[in-house]
């Protein structure tokens, strides 16, 4: 495939994704998991609809994208930290030891980024993590194999790491981008136990919709 290709599927992908501004099913249902005026990250945020949302609900937010100017409308504003980095060029996490009670991805994959992500979680903290999986090729992009996630791959990615409170993949028609997806809520709390066997607290699940 030629760059002109590349290039042109690469801007029709962000269009779809920033024409998209309704937060995903998954991150409003385990939204209560989040405490309030909490530090959020939103992770290759496009537009920032997960963001925004939170910024709304009086959190503190840094918006991290390769390409920020959707998010232009924010600089303004107090609690909300917009930095424009390419995630993917090899360099070293651009939030250095920064620590955030809610890391948010969704729709976006770059497994280098799997370890960065879980450290980058305060005692207590939230990953909400939801993006595609193999078998997506069927039905829509993205299709290449490197950009889907093998089955159990979010579990793996967490495991002994972070208590799994919710995690779902197969197909989704109700998503933001309907596909194969794989879904993730877990929180950084398996050192925080008073239990005599160790394990963490249990989470109050939200009903399902």
């Given amino acids: 495939m030629s760059n002109t290709s590349l290039d042109s599927t690469a801007s029709e992908k962000n269009a779809r994704h920033l024409r998209i501004t309704e937060p995903s099913p998954w991150v409003m249902r385990w939204m209560h998991l989040i405490r309030a005026k909490s530090t959020i990250l939103d992770l290759a945020a496009g537009g920032g609809r997960h963001g925004r949302m939170l ?22 504003h107090t609690d909300a930290d917009v930095i424009e980095v390419d995630l993917e060029n090899g360099g070293a996490w651009p939030l250095g ?21 879980v450290s980058s979680l305060t005692p207590g903290g939230v990953l909400l993590y939801e993006t595609f999986a ?18 159990g791959e979010l ?24 596909g194969v997806k794989q879904r993730l809520c877990a929180v950084n709390n398996l050192a925080n136990s008073d239990r005599e066997d160790g394990e963490p607290a249990p989470y109050g699940l939200s009903p399902l919709s």
């Fill in 155 to 178: 579990l793996n990615a967490v495991q002994g790491k972070l208590q799994v409170v919710g995690y779902e993949h197969g197909l989704v028609t109700n998503a933001d981008i309907p």
């Fill in 55 to 76: 910024l709304d609900q009086g959190h503190k937010v840094t918006f991290v994208d390769r390409t920020t100017e959707p998010l232009h409308d924010l600089t303004p």
């Fill in 97 to 117: 030891e920064r620590r955030f009670d809610a890391v948010i991805v969704v729709n976006y994959l770059h497994r280098d980024l799997f370890d960065p992500i």
């Fill in 134 to 151: 193999r078998g997506n090729e069927d039905y829509a992009r993205p299709r290449n194999p490197d950009h889907l996630l093998k089955s």
